[in-house]
T-cell receptor, first 113, second 111 residues
Framework: DGGITQSPKYLFRKEGQNVTLSCEQN?????MYWYRQDPGQGLRLIYY???????QKGDIAEGYSVSREKKESFPLTVTSAQKNPTAFYLC????????????FGSGTRLTVV | AQRVTQPEKLLSVFKGAPVELKCNYS??????LFWYVQYSRQRLQLLLR??SRESIKGFTADLNKGETSFHLKKPFAQEEDSAMYYC?????????????FGAGTRLAVHP
């Protein structure tokens, strides 16, 4: 069953800790994206990657880091430098450039305790 | 600046009534525009794309370059249309490499 898988579904982080959110796709899509979803603000782009070993910052990259060592995987690390990390995080992928439309994962809800 | 504005946070209608979800964009070039939908407990999914000029689940959207709008319309709302709707823009700069989303409008269709 082709798709995009995010894990875990829920994640709790203590202040000062780094956490990594997983995103894996088996759609053979070239491009992958990370968005943050907050109530009333829609989706804001954190990082995106069009090819393996290359990625670009989005609009709110501060306090986040990513890697793209494999085509299938695009993990996001939320570092302790992120001032307000509690949010819903969505990963997406697309076949090529954005006009083909995105396929989204089911999301990870991160809560800082 | 590239921006997508959805002026209504909530749109509440009765079943069978017409629906129009508003979307305005700010972009100097020729954008590609999309509508995405998120039903309760489901993933965000593509509803329709401007580029394909299709009608999905009875919804249509027309790009009005003069008014920089891409409003989503349906002549007769159904209860199953209740969901969160996001308008999104893919700017040409950089080769359409990312989507810019609006804040979303929640559509509530009452029986």
């Amino acid at each position: 069953d082709g798709g995009i898988t995010q894990s875990p579904k829920y994640l709790f982080r203590k202040e000062g800790q780094n956490v990594t959110l997983s995103c894996e796709q088996n759609l053979n899509h070239d491009a992958m994206y990370w968005y943050r979803q907050d109530p009333g603000q829609g989706l804001r782009l954190i990082y995106y990657s069009q090819i393996v070993n290359d990625f670009q910052k989005g609009d709110i990259a501060e306090g986040y880091s990513v890697s793209r060592e494999k085509k299938e995987s695009f993990p996001l690390t939320v570092t302790s430098a992120q001032k307000n990390p509690t949010a819903f995080y969505l990963c997406a992928s697309s076949m090529g450039q954005a006009p083909y439309g995105y396929t989204f994962g089911s999301g990870t809800r991160l809560t800082v305790v | 600046a590239q921006r997508v504005t959805q002026p209504e946070k909530l749109l509440s209608v009765f079943k069978g009534a017409p629906v129009e979800l508003k979307c305005n964009y700010s972009y100097s070039g020729s954008p590609e525009l999309f509508w995405y939908v998120q039903y309760s407990r489901q993933r965000l999914q593509l509803l329709l794309r401007h580029i394909s000029r299709e009608s999905i689940k009875g919804f249509t959207a027309d790009l009005n370059k003069g008014e920089t709008s891409f409003h989503l319309k349906k002549p007769f709302a159904q209860e199953e249309d209740s969901a969160m709707y996001y308008c999104a823009l893919a700017p040409l700069s950089g080769g359409y490499n990312k989507l810019i989303f609006g804040a979303g409008t929640r559509l509530a269709v009452h029986p």
